[in-house]
């Protein structure tokens, strides 16, 4: 039997479709400027805005829903106000679309260029926070895509109001409304429907947790960009910097441990954990950080508790450090390539040699050399956005900014070549 | 209950992964010499392949194959010779792992890089001709990937035989066998089971017919690169060169009509039709092409047949060609949109206005001026190599290089650098 979302789904899906043409011709200047009266206007409807989220939020404790879930839930002024800065951010991005990223000519007097394409439909399917909406319409719009959003039940009245605004805004530039369309049922037989449409849509990034992900990628038939774990290793060298060592292996752990580019796993060498253990162990105990360590770990820090075969490849996401002592470079690498996450690892040496057998080895999306885990982020790359970190090795890999949103074509012009 | 196949081919997946390892870090010259030393095998022991081709052949007649498919099947000396020419010239190109592709400083001195890696595990399902199974194991080895290959079971002893001169190079270079596989069973349900290894494998790539790339697509968990069809159009514009429109036209269609990048329609601007067709009509009655055209093409073209509504959109793949004499450059469009297939699609015309409409609007992953479709190809376009031509946007699109048997990972390097 059909659903009754079903019909609205269809039309809702052929209109981001047909909105698709023109969203990828739209001049630079015409998405800046939608993209400043989207900002213009959220500030404007703050009120109204608070207002639909205090019906989410009203629901929300009905529901019990925990404080955490709440606090994510919640918008207030400052929230709101932060989002139009970021839109006006994506706003003030150079354009990627229409990019020559390389011409070259043909013995045969063929030009060839390669030139940067929106993708076509983008499908967002993520939870509570409500800022996600404007983030991911801004970036897809900046991009040329047309974006389907399915936010979380719990954000419901919140995401439509903030998806108002673009339709709103849209309208008064005589754009289609189904450049950024929003999923109006709760239903979540919705999301797998969506999820088999690959005619109509081109690309899914989940952003949530990792049991939406894995589910998103099981069922999908679209292609998906997705970012399951982030085990991230810090390995001091026997040739680290101690000092160094210290700040970085500190800094990935406890700037902000809930992250996915937070430190879980530390790998110290034998010839050096003797003096650089009970350095960061103090540092850690101060900050509340609890340790599990294997033997040699425990010899040094005798407050350590032991660390259990799981603890080693687990994302804590929290104040705990798994650490472990290696007699070298090579069990470091090995540990790595069994544990990781290929998200992040670093390495802290002043040791040339081992620096480059780190960098060549380490199959991660990023590989830092005396640097912070926490660096792992398209904002700190440079990029001015950030659509996710991708763990896969297709399409996009780590930290995503616009150009992860795209693809490309190849413009052949020539004078009447034929092939012989 | 389990397959009799289950076990060797999960042990065939640990050691493709676990080669992956080896196989990523061999130096661009040793992956040369490897390359080469297979091609010299494949000189060496031609009259050993022949050999088991032969038992290929002769139950492909017993069969009851068509003469095409056996065509397909047959190895000659010749064609083996061609095998390894091949070889050499992936040997010969430039290597792609390690590149920097770019690389750029942070305000806080961290140096971020962008290097080119492999993708790690390639699963190449694909049909009867044997000389795929040489060009693919080449372009994954020199892509510093494994590969597993899943051929045609009419060619088996083909194929088997062609992979054994790898594994046997690779054991004189102590690599190990993993790096290239090759599916022992013929049991069709061993690819379902492999295309449900996403945690072993890391790409698709299906070559053969659609009704192929249509099921691996359907069944698979792992991204796919696919190429469905190539519905590829010439638009003669009202200011056309005539004498190049005729060329290319002619060339697009009949230079070899059984490949993607061949015309399937030719649509013709009205004002440029009555002078247009009967030149190019009668050029290609000579060449024994079928005409299907609508009204004003059977007007100028009175031997020509009434094209039906599926003609526009259909790939022949033939000498057939399908005709439509359209009011103007936006009409045109509009058709390529609604009929194309994103592969290749070409305008001809003097107007650099009209080009430029065409190149920015036409979203085909190869977009051509005054050059026949027939160019779209890897080697055309100089990458030395094609594993394939994507009519997807995700990953890679258009004709496929070694570039799409890559991936990238950021290194980022500092000199002691945390997070605030």
Redesign the interface.
């Known amino acids: 039997m059909k659903k009754s979302w079903e019909k609205s789904i269809l039309v809702m899906l052929k209109r981001a479709r047909e909105a698709s ?1 023109p969203a ?2 739209l001049s630079s200047k015409v998405k800046s400027k939608i993209l400043k009266d989207v900002a213009a206007r959220l500030k404007k409807e703050t009120s109204s805005i608070l207002r639909e989220n205090s019906k989410d939020l009203k629901e929300a404790r009905q529901n019990g829903l925990s404080s955490a879930m709440i606090d994510r839930l919640t918008l207030t002024k400052q929230r709101i106000a932060d989002m139009a800065k970021g839109v006006e951010a994506v706003a003030a991005l150079p354009d990627p679309i ?1 990019k020559v990223t390389s011409s ?1 000519k ?1 013995p045969n007097g ?1 030009r ?1 260029s390669r030139v940067v ?1 929106p ?2 439909v983008i499908l967002i399917i993520y939870e509570s926070r409500p800022n996600v909406t404007v983030e991911c319409a801004s970036l897809c719009l900046k991009s040329g895509n047309t974006v389907i959003l399915r936010g979380g039940r719990e954000a419901f009245y919140s995401n439509r109001a903030l998806v108002k605004i673009f339709t709103d805004v849209l309208k008064t530039h005589h754009l289609p409304e189904g450049c950024v369309s929003f999923v109006q049922t709760t239903d979540r037989d919705a999301v797998d429907f969506l999820l088999k449409r690959d005619q109509d849509i ?2 899914v990034i989940p952003r949530g947790g990792e049991a939406l992900i894995r589910k998103v ?2 069922i999908s ?1 679209i ?1 998906v960009i997705k970012h399951y774990q982030g085990i991230c290793h810090v390995y001091v060298d026997e040739k680290a ?1 101690l ?2 060592a210290l ?2 292996a ?3 752990k406890m ?1 902000r441990p809930g992250v996915c580019n937070a430190m879980e796993t530390l790998l110290v060498h034998e010839k050096i954990a003797g003096r650089f253990l009970p350095l960061l162990g103090e540092k850690l105990r101060e900050g509340g950080c609890e340790i599990r360590g294997d033997q040699k770990t425990c010899q040094a820090l005798p407050w350590a508790k032991n660390a259990q075969a799981n603890d080693y490849g687990h994302e804590f996401l929290d104040k705990i450090l798994a650490i472990k002592v290696v007699p070298g470079l090579e069990e470091a690498i090995e540990h790595i ?1 069994r544990f990781g996450s290929q998200h992040t690892d670093a390495i802290v040496t002043k040791n040339r040699r081992s ?1 480059d057998i780190f ?3 380490v ?10 885990t ?3 982020d398209g904002f ?3 990029f001015g956005a950030e659509i996710g970190i991708s763990t ?4 996009a ?3 995503m900014g616009l150009e992860g949103l795209t ?14």
């Open positions: 043409g990828s011709q229409g070259w043909r063929l060839i394409v993708l076509g081109h690309l990628a099981e038939r292609p910097d000092k160094k700040n970085i500190y800094n990935a700037q390539q620096a960098k060549k080895q199959d991660s999306s990023s590989v830092m050399v005396n640097a912070s926490r660096f792992s700190q790359y440079g896969d090795k297709i399409h890999r780590g930290p693809s490309y074509k190849y413009l052949v012009e020539g004078h009447g070549q034929v092939r012989s």
